[in-house]
């Protein structure tokens, strides 16, 4: 084998055409992360049948999407570790199954506030993997050229679409079936879990990591089957190291230190703005004087132009990796400040109009952050990476729905939710702007490590 031609596999996936197999994981990670998606999202459904029968105050309801988002900090904190040193494949697997099961549990068991939460946290745990993991997966198999479009695509577009049928169960199902129809609709992962084994290989750049030679020419021969001859003889080389001891140390070593910490501010703000706008404007806009199922249909509409907003950033970021801190910059102060018209204004085409504008700003930039973490990091730490980026803006999820709550209850009214998700936005995008002013040294810092 040692007289075969030498190649190196980041430049082997960079250089590859978008296959039939590209295609076919793309989809696999976009149904994974299409569940994710409705997961996370549908407790912003379930808030307006529980909060009476069961005596929730606004900051109680709030919990309801909190609980899920801690168990999510939890699992997306911990599974980049177990990823980068056991695998992709595996760990996503396992994060399926948790969700699956807890999924079940909720729709038949969660008769309580306190047993609904506590579903929700365990829930939490499985949802934590599925993101960033996904968002990993991609980044690994993706031709350079189109990876934050391939991204959007594979990870973004399922994400968002989950928001979406998560909101059109809740308008059109729930009123008949009760919110338990959310979760039972949910267990429709179980059998994408069984094509899942059976078909999502291990990441190529973890195989060629790990020294896992007969599997990655086995991939590589199928990813590009125009150099299946060179792949059968051939010694794959790759610059990188093994996963480090103490991922979390590479994230903060001299290289990583600045961008790491600027990541993780921005997506604590981010995260609270994004899960305090979802969790809350079918509430608050039913307050506002709009119906039932208008109120509700606000939340499938922010998702649906999220990815629209994700697509058009991640398609000018593709131009010009460095110039994407100025990128995300812009899209969210332009959120913001779109969001904090609504404390002056109050009609239906307007709300309208601004809840659609804040999910082509405000959360679809958070898909190209993600995909900009991802690229940050080699792929011995680029799991534990983008896990800790979307653990700690998990922290900023956590705080959105309940602190917005607690807010209302002592104003009495909704207006603090537009102040807090508004000046959120608006700051983080002034924190990651901050990257791009920098200079050379600073976009040579953010380059992809590969």
């Known amino acids: ?80 570790m177990v990823a980068d040193r056991y695998g992709r494949r595996k760990t996503l697997l396992a994060g399926l199954w948790i969700v699956n099961v807890l999924t079940l549990l909720t729709a038949m068991f969660a008769t309580t506030y306190a047993s609904f939460c506590g579903f929700r946290f365990l829930t939490g745990l499985g949802l934590g993997v599925l993101l960033p993991l996904g968002t990993t997966y991609i980044n690994e198999l993706a031709p350079q050229r189109v990876s934050n479009s391939f991204s959007l695509w594979g990870v973004t577009f399922g994400w968002s679409l989950g928001g979406v049928v998560a909101g059109l169960v809740g308008v059109f199902l729930t009123p008949t079936y009760g919110w338990q129809i959310l979760y039972f609709v949910g267990t429709m992962s179980i059998p994408l879990t069984l094509a899942v084994h059976a078909v999502l290989p291990e990441s190529p750049k973890f195989l060629a990591a790990r020294g896992r030679l007969e599997e990655l020419r086995a991939l590589m021969s199928r990813l590009r089957p125009e150099r299946r001859a060179v792949y059968a003889t051939a010694v794959f080389r790759t610059t990188e190291r093994t996963a480090p001891k103490n991922t979390i140390a590479a994230l903060l070593a001299p290289r990583y230190r600045r961008v790491s910490l600027t990541i993780w501010v921005t997506a604590f703000l981010t995260l609270f703005a994004i899960f305090g706008l979802v969790g809350w404007i079918p509430s608050v806009m039913i307050q506002r004087g709009e119906s039932f199922a208008s109120g509700f249909s606000y939340g499938a509409l922010m998702q649906a132009t999220s990815f629209i907003g994700g697509l058009t950033l991640a398609t000018l970021a593709d131009h010009g990796f460095a110039a994407t801190p100025r990128l995300l910059g812009a899209w969210w102060i332009i959120g913001g400040i779109a969001v904090g018209t609504l404390l002056f204004v109050n009609s239906h085409a307007f709300n309208f109009a601004i809840v659609a ?17 991802a690229n940050s990091y080699e792929t011995g730490f680029r799991a534990s990476g983008v896990g800790m980026e979307l653990g700690v803006g998990r922290v900023g999820g956590i705080l959105g729905p309940y602190v917005i709550g607690l807010l209302q209850q002592v104003t009495g009214g909704p207006a603090a939710v537009f102040w807090a998700i508004g000046g959120s936005a608006i700051i983080a995008g002034l924190v990651i702007g901050s990257l791009s002013m920098q200079g050379k040294s600073a976009q040579a810092s953010v380059a992809p490590a590969e």
């Open 357 to 373: 504008i804040a999910g082509f700003f405000v959360i679809g930039a958070q898909h190209v952050l993600n995909n900009f973490t």
């Open 1 to 80: 084998m040692s007289s075969g031609a030498e190649v190196d596999i980041h430049e082997e996936l960079a250089g590859a055409a978008v296959t039939p197999l590209h295609k076919t994981l793309g989809v696999l990670i976009t149904l994974i992360t299409l569940f994710d998606g409705y997961d996370t999202f549908n407790p912003a459904y379930v808030i307006q049948y529980v909060k009476q029968p069961w005596g929730l105050s606004p900051s109680q309801a709030g919990f309801l999407v909190s609980s899920g988002l801690i168990g999510f900090l939890f699992g997306a904190m911990g599974h980049g």
